[in-house]
């Protein structure tokens, strides 16, 4: 009953925030965030999707990588936002790009996610907070731990060129895609 008391304020706090936050304070302690990832190398992960299958970075040296957290499975944020890649997905690989999508729930969860929404792209178990934990962004309430809604986009290199602090779940695929556009064009 406390577990699911935690679970949902967790899911409450993590909801949709907009990207306003970000604009309408240039020197937030979230664009200090932002720019601490920006032009570092993205940290090696080794991490099971929904299938079983391994993946690394390494397995997409040469491609574009999105590699976005989300609180929780099944939730209504991370449904909706995981259903905006899902529509856009056949577009990123059209476009060099993957999506990898990341949170902190295991293999079997993220099988039953996946197949209630007919996902399209990998999305892998951190239940071990490993990769979440490398990139700063577990947030602990208590007795449940869940990765912060946030995203970076890494280049072919394996460099992070942009990091989404604020992500509108309803907006944050497009954004996305729109800003690889842009980097892509440079």
Same mark, same amino acid.
């Given at each position: 009953?406390?577990?699911?008391?935690?679970?949902?304020? &967790?899911?409450? !706090?993590a909801g949709t925030v907009t990207t306003?936050?970000?604009a309408a304070n240039p020197l937030s302690s979230s664009?200090?965030?932002?720019k601490q990832w920006v032009g570092q190398p993205a940290p090696a992960f080794r991490l099971q999707d929904q299938n079983g299958k391994w993946h690394s970075l390494n397995d997409y040296k040469g491609k574009w990588v999105v590699l976005y957290f989300y609180p929780k499975d099944n939730s209504p944020g991370c449904t909706q936002e995981a259903n905006q890649f899902k529509a856009l997905y056949p577009q990123f690989l059209k476009s060099n &790009?993957?999506? !990898?999508?990341?949170?902190?729930?295991?293999?079997k969860s993220h099988q039953k996610f996946s197949e209630k929404l007919g996902l399209n792209f990998p999305i892998l178990a951190d239940n071990n907070h490993e990769l979440a934990s490398k990139f700063g962004i577990v947030r602990n309430l208590g007795i449940v731990k869940i990765a912060k809604r946030e995203s970076f986009l890494i280049d072919p290199k394996g460099t992070i060129v942009y990091h989404y602090t604020s992500v509108d779940t309803q907006t944050h695929a497009n954004d996305v895609f729109n800003d690889l556009k842009r980097f892509q064009a440079k």
């Open positions: 009953m406390m577990k699911t008391i935690a679970l949902s304020i &967790a899911l409450a !706090l306003s936050t970000i664009n200090q965030a932002e &790009a993957v999506v !990898l999508g990341v949170s902190l729930d295991d293999v």
